[in-house]
């Protein structure tokens, strides 16, 4: 690595401030994030749901322990800045919050997500002034490092049923008010949701692109008032999906023609360290 965690926490900040929107695609190992970086991209940042699959496991089930394994590895493959899905902060109080934004710095990480969802099915949202303080605590430890760590809340009601547009906002404005740096709210229906949050707020905006139906190419977004595009798992699951159907046809029907469209050793090599 060639290039300080301090200089690359300058760079990720700097693409938050820059005209303009920015895309921030989600590697899940060491290779998906060499060959990204390769492709040109200018940040990355880890996804729940594809450090999980790499696991062999369900999204919300990894550990911590876990997750910074998979951050660090990411953080180690490339030069790029790397943010990371923290979740809830593996844990329910503030400091839970706190000490994952505080280890999440230590394996290289210049920026994450605290999420506002429980992980219980019979109450799926924290309250707006619980989840605020978690927030709150987030930030405090992110101020407190020796570099500016990028904090970003996120308002999960979308994605955990509870579709109230004007909740999520609530939620939002609170959570810009606990001084999150960057604002999230996964699953927005249509491109006039993500301009109504948008206009609602004062800080950068992250919109997910992962849903089928639910996501916008950069322009709208961009026009819509989005600084930052995320990608969540949808880069692992095309990488699954071309693994699914290779493996089909061999064992289904004996042949190999996903061959034809693969691509060749030596270009992929060439993303990768000697």
């Given at each position: 690595?060639?290039?300080?965690?301090?200089?690359?926490?300058?760079?990720?900040?700097?693409?938050?401030?820059?005209?303009?929107?920015?895309?921030?695609?989600?590697?899940?190992?060491?290779?998906?994030?060499?060959?990204?970086?390769?492709?040109?991209?200018?940040?990355?940042?880890?996804s729940?749901?594809?450090?999980?699959?790499?696991?062999?496991?369900?999204?919300?089930?990894?550990?911590?322990?876990?997750?910074?394994?998979?951050?660090?590895?990411?953080?180690?493959?490339?030069?790029?800045?790397?943010?990371?899905?923290?979740?809830?902060?593996?844990?329910?109080?503030?400091?839970?919050?706190?000490?994952?934004?505080?280890?999440?710095?230590?394996?290289?990480?210049?920026?994450?997500?605290?999420?506002?969802?429980?992980?219980?099915?019979?109450?799926?949202?924290?309250?707006?002034?619980?989840?605020?303080?978690?927030?709150?605590?987030?930030?405090?430890?992110?101020?407190?490092?020796?570099?500016?760590?990028?904090l970003?809340?996120?308002?999960?009601?979308?994605?955990?049923?509870?579709?109230?547009?004007?909740?999520?906002i609530?939620?939002?404005?609170?959570?810009?008010?606990?001084?999150?740096?960057?604002?999230?709210?996964?699953?927005?229906?249509?491109?006039?949701?993500?301009?109504?949050?948008?206009?609602?707020?004062?800080?950068?905006?992250?919109?997910?692109?992962?849903?089928?139906?639910?996501?916008?190419?950069?322009?709208?977004?961009?026009?819509?008032?989005?600084?930052?595009?995320?990608?969540?798992?949808?880069?692992?699951?095309?990488?699954?999906?071309?693994?699914?159907?290779?493996?089909?046809?061999?064992?289904?029907?004996?042949?190999?023609?996903?061959?034809?469209?693969?691509?060749?050793?030596?270009?992929?090599?060439?993303?990768?360290?000697?």
């Amino acid at each position: 690595m060639t290039v300080s965690q301090a200089d690359k926490a300058k760079k990720f900040r700097a693409l938050h401030e820059a005209p303009g929107s920015f895309v921030i695609p989600n590697p899940w190992d060491g290779g998906s994030a060499r060959v990204l970086a390769g492709l040109g991209f200018e940040a990355l940042a880890t996804s729940s749901g594809a450090k999980a699959g790499v696991l062999g496991k369900r999204d919300g089930k990894v550990t911590r322990e876990e997750a910074l394994a998979n951050a660090k590895q990411i953080v180690e493959a490339c030069d790029l800045p790397v943010a990371a899905d923290l979740e809830k902060g593996f844990g329910d109080g503030p400091e839970a919050a706190a000490e994952t934004i505080r280890q999440a710095a230590g394996v290289g990480l210049v920026g994450g997500s605290i999420e506002d969802a429980t992980g219980d099915k019979d109450k799926p949202l924290y309250d707006v002034e619980a989840a605020a303080a978690r927030v709150a605590a987030a930030v405090k430890a992110a101020r407190a490092l020796p570099f500016p760590f990028m904090l970003t809340a996120r308002a999960e009601g979308f994605l955990r049923g509870r579709a109230d547009l004007d909740d999520v906002i609530k939620r939002l404005k609170a959570y810009e008010a606990a001084g999150a740096d960057v604002l999230f709210a996964p699953g927005l229906p249509d491109i006039e949701a993500v301009k109504k949050v948008c206009g609602s707020i004062g800080k950068p905006f992250n919109f997910m692109v992962g849903i089928k139906g639910r996501s916008f190419s950069r322009a709208e977004l961009e026009a819509a008032g989005v600084k930052r595009i995320s990608l969540a798992t949808s880069l692992y699951r095309a990488a699954m999906t071309g693994l699914v159907a290779a493996a089909k046809e061999v064992k289904d029907k004996g042949t190999f023609t996903y061959l034809d469209t693969s691509i060749p050793t030596p270009e992929l090599n060439a993303f990768m360290k000697e």
